[in-house]
């Protein structure tokens, strides 16, 4: 049973950093595709980034190139992602979420098993 608990938000100000983690307690990650999602109030949840099983390929939203790394540590059945030069629009509730599948999953209905999110805040 896959059980995803993310940590690591907060507020910053416009400018700063946060890396988000997101921890299986089911220890099965390594099985599993990994995505973030996020939610603005009012708006649509949208993909962030994604990375495969093994962490060797990711793949990430227009908005999210250049500022936030996905990466993975199969041992440990977590998954970060790494938010640099974060903008007030970064503001959202963030989402792991778990694919059963090995390779990249970009869209919300091919994963299974989702996070309670983590409000991240940025200041301008």
């Not at 997101?22 to 999602?37: H, I, K, N, P």
């Amino acid at each position: 049973q896959v059980q995803l608990v993310e940590s690591g938000g907060g507020s910053v100000q416009a400018g700063g950093s946060l890396r988000l983690s997101c921890v299986d307690s089911g220890r099965t990650l390594s099985s599993y595709a990994m995505g973030w999602f996020r939610q603005a109030p009012g708006k649509e949840r949208e993909f962030v980034a994604a990375i495969n099983w093994s962490g060797g390929i990711t793949y990430y939203a227009d908005s999210a190139k250049g500022r936030f790394t996905i990466s993975r540590d199969n041992a440990k059945n977590t998954v970060y992602l790494q938010m640099n030069s974060l903008k007030f629009e970064d503001t959202a509730v963030y989402y792991c979420a778990a694919a059963r599948r090995l390779g990249i999953a970009t869209l919300a209905h091919e994963y299974n098993y989702w996070g309670q999110g983590s409000q991240v805040t940025v200041s301008s």
